[in-house]
C-alpha cells in the first residue's frame, strides 16, 4: 500500500503447489466451448435465445417459437441475467463510483510471473503478467477520472506510464477498456425449484482480488456436488444456503478493504493499515488463502 505496510501470499503457505493461474478470457472461454461439443449429452442452441418461460410446466420459450421442457432451468448469463429479470428476482447493492481501467501492454523487460497491487485512496491498481513480455495493467479509480482519460489516448498514456513504469519500466500500450463496478447480490439464488442463478447473474462482486470468476467457480462446484448428494429440491436448498452465506462473506471482505483505504479519516486510514499487519500473521494469512481458492 501507499502507506508503506505490506503483505505478500505465496502458494507454499497454504500447502499448496500454486495459489492459481492467469488466462486470458478468450482462451478460457475458447476451452470451456471446445468441451461443450466434445459432450455427446449437450445440445448446443447458440442462435436461439430465452424468451421466456413458465415454471409450473418447466417449459422455456425461445425467440423462434420452439418450446423446451427442462429439469432445471441455470441462469449463468451474466451481471445483467435475462433469466433473474424473467424469474422476477430482485438485487440489493449499489454503484461504487468507479470504474476498473484494464490496459494490455507490451513490457521492454521482462517481468516476473506474479501479481501485486497498491492500494490508495482513490483505488488501487494492479499488475496482472500474461507472458514475460506482456502484461494487464488494472487501475480503479473515480469514474469521471477514468472516463475523461479513455477521450484523450496521450493523456492515459502517461497515466499509465506514471503509475506503472517506476515498478516495470517502460512498455508499449496496446489496448486499453473499462467497466463501471457495481455490487450486486440477488435476494434468492433459487426460484420455484428449477431456477438457478449462478456466477454474476447471483452476484457481482468489487474485482479488486480477482475473486468473481473463482465465486462462480464455487457455486458451480456446489450446485453439481449437492445434486449428487440429494434430491433436486433439497440440493437447491442447500446450494442457496451455502453460497449465498460464502458470496456474502467474500463480498464484506472486498468491501472492507476497498471502504478502508477510500475513506480520508486517518483513524480508518490507521485501521486499514493495522489490519494488513494482522491479515500476515501465519494462521490468519492461511484462512485468507483458503477462502480465496475456494476452501
Known sequence: SISGTSLSFHADEAGLSKLGVMVENNALQQALWAQLRALKNVSLRTDDKLEGFDTLSRTAFLNKGERLNYDLLLGCDGAHSKVAQAAGIDYRGWDYDQRCLLANVRVEKPIAGETWEVFRSQGPYALLPLTENQACLIDYSKRDDITALEKDKRALESHLKQTFAPHIGNFQLLKSASFALQRKHACHYVKDGSIVLLGDAAHSIHPMAGQGVNLGFADVRCLIETLEQ???????????????????????????????????????????SASLKVAGLPWVKRWLLQQAVGK
Open 230 to 272: 440429494y434430491s433436486q429440491s433439497t440440493a437447491l436448498v442447500e446450494y442457496e444456503r451455502t453460497r449465498r452465506r460464502e458470496n456474502a462473506k467474500m463480498m464484506r471482505m472486498m468491501d472492507a478493504i476497498q471502504f478502508g483505504w477510500r475513506d480520508s479519516n486517518p483513524i480508518m486510514q490507521l485501521a486499514t
